[in-house]
């Protein structure tokens, strides 16, 4: 599988997996009961800008490209016993190409902190009420650590981080404040099936390493990306 194809699966799985973790935590596991997925226009817009910028107007080559999809979920709730529903947040979702480098057949690496900055300043420029409360960008070769640094210090909307894995999960960077909220599992795309299978791949990779003197779950759990409790638990799951 070519980058193109590669960047376009990942960005069709985001948006699905974002899409039907939404509709699963609407039913009592958000402050909102429905949640309403629209297409937006920024993703294309984007795409469109910088291959313009490089020269590009081949359609072929932008049909070809990822990057072109972006959404919006609105979430909503019921008031006034059901006559009126009142939006209680508004998320954009994205995925960030590195689009010179697929263009020129180039080995992309992790999106960086201006792309990213240069994102977030087309919400900025929409009316304030279509303005997201919260923005999730995500990238299959993830992102800098000088861009993931951005959870913490922009202002505006709420942003969230997620960039593709190589063995499949996710590295997930976003406010301290966010943790604490419901809203944090929005952005938890993986089953523990999921995580299970990703525990075996590693273990399996590391059968010298067990043969001569172990593997611990601190090993373990940088190896996953999880918290190390979450680790353990996986690791008693897979001896049953």
Partial sequence: MDE???HRMFEDQFLQALRARALVLTRGKLPADDVEVEATPEGFDALRAELARMEVYDRDVIDSL??????QLRFTR???????????????ARVLVPV???VNEQTPGPIGREQVLDALAQ?????????????????ATGFSEEARRLVESVNGPTLVLMGGRADGGWDVSMPERLK?????????LETQDDRLK????????????????????????????IP?????????RACR
């Fill in 78 to 92: 019921r008031a006034l016993g059901g006559l009126l529903r009142s939006t209680v947040s508004r998320l954009r």
């Fill in 198 to 225: 990703r525990l075996m791949y590693h273990l399996d990779q590391s059968k010298s390493l067990i043969d001569s003197r172990g593997v611990s779950i601190a090993e373990l759990s940088e190896k996953l990306g």
């Fill in 4 to 6: 193109r194809s590669r």
């Fill in 180 to 188: 604490k909220t419901p809203w944090a599992r929005l952005f938890e």
């Fill in 100 to 102: 010179a480098e697929l």
């Fill in 66 to 71: 990822p990057g072109a999809h972006s959404v």
């Fill in 228 to 236: 190390a409790v979450a680790t353990e638990a996986l690791v008693r």
């Fill in 123 to 139: 919400y900025q420029v929409l009316p304030k009420n279509q303005r997201p409360t919260g923005v999730v960008l995500a990238s």
